[in-house]
């Protein structure tokens, strides 16, 4: 692993490359560590995919912020970069889609508990953290929410922006059927409910135009609010999920990166 360091007010920021042999690449993470941190214990984990993005928001700048308001209670930030093959190694990892990405999803599900996570762990001198969440952006978000909804032992929080939760095992002229072939939505219908887990869903209101069941409201939007509605079935309270839909908001990094603090400060409000 090789790493390099930059330094912010209430942050430190090191990029590190790990060699991944589940991956067979390179990964290149980026960790925004809290300074001034007395009891590392507890201090919660953060880890969002499409890290490269981080960045262009700029994600050090929102996080100091909110550390230096005292906002937020403190998390360590860690952004993995994705690789070329990033539509094979996010998705959900019990079956790729209707064209077969996705195939990678199982690989880079057990790269992060294998290979990220005890490297983190080590690194930074944190056996156990006080909770874990995971976070990403469209693809990256679908990736995050199954990784967290099979791994429920895992973590606490999941963060979804602009969720690829269309994700689906047949195309629209194939006999698709909203009901049956959403991947994520299915595993929620069949799987259980896990009274501390908490869900944070951003949609911008102009994420796209797509709207196949011509109802006036975007794709993007419908599979959301729908999968939420799934949630609620499994007994998922307002308490435990929230959504947060941008007015005039893209399916870009400037819209994710108005929307981030809203999920900083939801899930680790400072007591």
Not at 103 to 111: L, N, P, R, V
Request: charged share 25%; aromatic share 12%; hydrophobic share 35%.
């Amino acid at each position: 692993m090789e790493s390099s360091k930059a330094t912010l007010t209430n942050i430190l920021i090191e990029r590190s490359v790990i060699n991944s042999k589940l991956l067979e690449r390179e990964v290149i993470i980026d960790a925004y560590l809290p300074t001034n941190v007395i009891e590392p214990e507890n201090m919660s984990l953060l880890l969002i995919n499409d890290g490269q993005d981080l960045p262009k928001m700029p994600f050090e700048d929102i996080l100091n912020d909110l550390l230096q308001e005292n906002k937020i209670e403190p998390v360590l930030c860690v952004g993995i970069h994705c690789g070329e093959n990033r539509k094979m190694e996010y998705g959900v990892a019990s079956q790729p889609d209707y064209k077969g990405r996705g195939a990678k999803a199982g690989a880079y599900t057990d790269f992060v508990f294998t290979e990220l996570l005890p490297l983190i762990r080590k690194t930074y001198n944190v056996p156990e953290f006080k909770e874990k969440s995971f976070a990403g952006f469209s693809l990256g978000g679908l990736s995050a929410l199954d990784i967290v909804w099979n791994h429920p032992q895992e973590f606490a929080n999941v963060g979804v922006f602009s969720g690829s939760l269309w994700w689906r095992s047949k195309g629209y002229n194939e006999g698709y059927d909203d009901n049956r072939h959403r991947l994520m939505h299915r595993q929620v219908k069949e799987g259980g409910y896990y009274a501390w887990l908490k869900f944070f869903f951003e949609c911008g209101a102009l994420d796209e135009i797509a709207d196949r069941n011509k109802n006036g409201i975007i794709d993007s939007i419908d599979d959301t609010l729908d999968l939420i509605a799934e949630l609620g079935k499994k007994g998922y309270t307002n308490d435990s999920v929230k959504y947060l839909e941008l007015e005039g908001g893209h399916h870009d990094v400037p819209t994710w990166a108005r929307a981030f603090p809203y999920f900083l400060e939801w899930a680790w409000p400072k007591q």
